[in-house]
């Protein structure tokens, strides 16, 4: 999705919402858990049973619940690649329905991916060509060369880690580099080496007044 088609969705639904879709089991309504020993579910062709199945219905419901209220999705790897193979063939049902189904909506891989160069090549990869995301989160403590191979793609996003919400960000975020706070410093590097066509940066709700 290139930038000019973000923007008319953000106008036209008068928002910038974006839904994290963080699935924690255990955290489930009762009666979506139960969905895990009541047999499978069939998604074109493939099966989803257990912990799998509960997380493609709990998404979807979700989605369809909020889907024109919202301009992206924000699926956060960590929930899915925790529970094995199954977590990831639910992301990939959870990616597809949304693209099947609202194809306007943005698709951010909350990966926070960062390695060499070779390394994010095939981030970018599995994240742009096999997943079909529109964008992906990006830690640059390694440098500019983790960043890179994501925006070799014609209109895909590097979303770039700046000043982050928890509570420990400060012990390196705001650290003092040539007299101006790391985030800002690695923020002016990373927009050397890309646009406003390419790259975003996270800056954390609880750091809303940094936004000036």
Same mark, same amino acid.
């Given at each position: 999705?290139?930038?000019?088609?973000?923007?008319?969705?953000?106008?036209?639904?008068?928002?910038?919402?974006?839904?994290?879709?963080?699935?924690?089991?255990?955290?489930?309504?009762?009666?979506?858990?139960?969905?895990?020993?009541?047999?499978?579910?069939?998604?074109?062709?493939?099966?989803?049973?257990?912990?799998?199945?509960?997380?493609?219905?709990?998404?979807?419901?979700?989605?369809?619940?909020?889907?024109?209220?919202?301009?992206?999705?924000?699926?956060?790897?960590?929930?899915?690649?925790?529970?094995?193979?199954?977590?990831?063939?639910?992301?990939?049902?959870?990616?597809?329905?949304?693209?099947?189904?609202?194809?306007?909506?943005?698709?951010?891989?909350?990966?926070?991916?960062?390695?060499?160069?070779?390394?994010?090549?095939?981030?970018?990869?599995? #994240?742009? /060509?096999?997943? %079909?995301?529109? @964008?992906?989160?990006? *830690?640059?403590?390694?440098? +500019?060369?983790?960043?890179?191979? #994501?925006? /070799?793609?014609? %209109?895909?996003? @590097?979303?770039?880690? *700046?000043?982050?919400?928890? +509570?420990?960000?400060?012990?390196?975020?705001?650290?003092?580099? %040539?007299?101006?706070?790391?985030?800002? *410093?690695?923020?002016?590097?990373?927009?050397?080496?890309?646009?406003?066509?390419?790259?975003?940066?996270?800056?954390?709700?609880?750091? *809303?007044?940094?936004?000036?």
């Amino acid at each position: 999705m290139n930038r000019k088609e973000l923007f008319q969705q953000i106008q036209a639904k008068k928002s910038m919402l974006c839904v994290g879709l963080d699935v924690d089991f255990d955290k489930m309504p009762e009666h979506v858990k139960a969905l895990a020993n009541s047999g499978e579910l069939a998604v074109k062709g493939e099966l989803f049973k257990g912990k799998a199945r509960s997380i493609v219905e709990f998404n979807r419901a979700i989605v369809d619940a909020t889907a024109e209220h919202c301009v992206a999705y924000k699926p956060n790897l960590a929930f899915y690649e925790c529970y094995g193979i199954d977590g990831m063939r639910a992301l990939d049902a959870t990616v597809d329905y949304i693209r099947s189904k609202y194809p306007e909506i943005f698709l951010i891989a909350d990966a926070k991916r960062g390695d060499i160069g070779n390394t994010a090549k095939m981030y970018a990869k599995a #994240f742009f /060509e096999e997943m %079909d995301f529109d @964008a992906v989160t990006i *830690a640059p403590y390694m440098g +500019a060369d983790s960043v890179t191979p #994501f925006l /070799e793609y014609k %209109d895909k996003w @590097a979303i770039v880690l *700046a000043l982050t919400s928890n +509570a420990s960000a400060y012990q390196f975020q705001t650290a003092q580099k %040539d007299g101006k706070p790391l985030y800002q *410093a690695v923020m002016e590097e990373i927009m050397e080496i890309s646009t406003p066509d390419n790259m975003m940066f996270v800056i954390g709700a609880t750091k *809303a007044d940094k936004l000036e």
